[in-house]
């Protein structure tokens, strides 16, 4: 680590040893999808000291993304939500190789590609999005990095870490290794396996219902979308370090309102 790097992290040092910001330094990580939780995760990865990130994100800012969305204001509508994240981190630590796309994730090789390089995986995309997910998780299985997948839901978080070396995203989902990720009725899966434990302040079946039939969005806040950054950001940087971290089937879930941390597994 050179001095200027040494000076802007300096208040790490005490929480991680000369020898793991080190590590951190030389971490390569990947983020798909800067949304509410991914541009916040960027955000925390970069302050954290993390050496290169690579970001991607095919969607614009909406208004809708004012109550959460890291970045977001009203001066940027419109504008690639990849794009407001870079500009909002790009001068945190001079020294960190950031690079962005708009190009989002389509096809296996856009997976292969975003995850090249990489020591850790990390997919905050859209609910719903499980073709691309299954892409990005069966690339880092290849090679040979862990996956994390994150969403928020109302004052809460979850956060599940995948091992290359443990079940698959399929698996996880109850689909089959070898499903045709092509074939949108081939990838139905429950909100409960994504969201296994329901917040109690949200009583109103009709909703889960109409989240899981994929016409309305999980409901969500700023609290909760920070949450679910928070968590990424620790377990990605654990993991990095060889620290012992709850992997898939096991979940960890944290809720303010329902004052709930729960390592549960599905």
Known sequence: MDNQYRTIFTRNIGLFTESEQEIISKSSIAIAGVGGIGGLAAERLIRLGVGKLKITDPGNMEESNLNRQFGSSMLNIGQNKANVAFEQIKDINPQAQITYSATGIREEKDANLFVEGCDFLVDVMDFGLFKQSILLQRAARRKGIHYLFSTAIGFGAIAVVFDPKGITLEEY????????????????????????????????????????????????????????????????????????????????????????LIVGAV
Request: charged share 25%; aromatic share 4%; proline share 9%.
């Open 173 to 260: 989902n109850g689909l089959p290794v070898d499903v045709d990720v092509n074939d949108p009725t081939k990838l139905k899966v429950s909100l409960e396996k994504i969201v296994p434990v329901i917040p109690k302040y949200i009583p109103d079946t009709s909703i889960i219902q109409e989240i899981i039939d994929g016409n309305r969005y999980i409901p969500t806040s700023s609290i909760g979308a920070g949450l679910a950054a928070i968590l990424s950001a620790s377990e990605v940087v654990n993991v990095i370090l060889g620290k012992d971290v709850p992997k898939a089937p096991k979940y960890t879930i944290v809720d303010l309102l329902d004052r709930q």
